[in-house]
């Protein structure tokens, strides 16, 4: 079983669609939980960061972490073509080096 | 907004040649990464480095990579003897904590 699972897509959707995408892990020493935008060939850019279960909301965006069933979501609002891009979710056990775990990443298209 | 600036942006070199790659973390940061993301692939972590030392490295990170902060800037990953399958972005990142900030990538090509 891999440690972090995410869909990998593409998942197309209109303009002011809600989009919901998912992880799954595996390690339940996972505590932080981050949601991360990455555009083709650069850098992920940190969305959301949650510390242990419950919800967390910044503006269009959404993120839920349930450590029970080991799932975490991040969902966005009122979707625009500027958020076309790969999101990755990437967890972190509570340990001194702070190393990110990450998910493949779901490519999502927001059509106008 | 403060940022991790990577240099270069791409470099091509020749299997079997040390390539260098530069980052400057934001200043204030203690924590400093290494990750790359092979084409296609998942981001995987290299190497995190503490208070001027390897605080954990992954099992891609053998004794061909190392790690330095030469200065108290710059931050720098260099590969010895280059490989076929080095090829990929490399990426920098720093932190405060968690929910790190990483740089746009240098992208390496071994041919």
């Known amino acids: 079983q891999k440690e972090v699972e995410q869909d990998p897509g593409p998942l197309s959707v209109p303009e002011g669609a809600i989009v919901s995408l998912n992880c799954t892990y595996s390690?339940?020493?996972?505590?932080?939980f981050m949601w991360y935008r990455q555009y083709s060939r650069k850098g992920p850019e940190l969305l959301m960061y949650?510390?242990?279960?419950g919800n967390k909301e910044d503006g269009r965006f959404t993120a839920q972490v349930d450590k029970s069933s080991k799932y975490i979501s991040l969902f966005i609002r009122d979707s625009q073509p500027s958020d076309s891009a790969t999101y990755l979710c990437?967890?972190?056990?509570?340990?001194?080096?702070?190393?990110?775990?990450f998910g493949s990443g779901t490519r999502l298209l927001v059509r106008p | 907004e403060p940022e991790v600036t990577q240099t270069p942006s791409h470099q091509v070199t020749q299997m079997g040649q040390e390539v260098i790659l530069r980052c400057v973390p934001i200043?204030?940061?203690?924590?400093f990464y290494w990750y790359r993301q092979i084409l296609g692939q998942k981001v995987e972590f290299l190497v995190s480095f503490y208070n001027n030392e390897i605080s954990e490295k992954s099992e891609i990170f053998d004794d061909q990579f190392s790690v330095e902060r030469p200065d108290g800037s710059n931050f720098t990953l260099k590969i010895r003897s280059t490989k076929l399958e080095d090829s990929a972005m490399y990426f920098c990142?720093?932190?405060?904590?968690?929910?790190?900030?990483f740089g746009s990538g240098t992208r390496l090509t071994v041919v």
């Open positions: 390690n339940s020493a996972f505590q932080y």
């Open positions: 200043s204030n940061h203690l924590y």
């Open positions: 990437a967890m972190s056990a509570e340990d001194s080096s702070y190393k990110l775990i």
């Open positions: 990142a720093s932190s405060a904590s968690y929910g790190y900030t």
């Open positions: 949650t510390y242990s279960s």
